[in-house]
């Protein structure tokens, strides 16, 4: 049968931060959800629907600088 991969996993914790029904706020700290009012950006309800076009994907770390020394035969 078909399995349906889901963008970033198939294991991704409910939170208000990326869930369809809210908007983060203008200072960043709250997110403003249509069903439960101001919230946390870590907090879920029951009505959670994921968006992930909200979802800010982690930076890639920084590769090390090596020197041509390093490199040298």
């Known amino acids: 049968m078909f399995s349906r991969r889901k963008f970033f996993g198939n294991q991704i914790e409910p939170a208000c931060e990326y869930c369809a ?4 706020s203008k200072d960043g700290e709250s997110i403003l959800c249509e ?38 035969l």
């Open 35 to 72: 069903r439960q009012g101001i919230v946390a950006p870590y907090y879920s309800c029951r009505k959670f629907v994921y968006d992930p076009l909200k979802r800010v994907p982690k930076r890639a770390p920084k590769l090390p600088e090596y020197d041509e020394e390093m490199f040298k």
């Open 21 to 24: 029904n809210g908007t983060k």
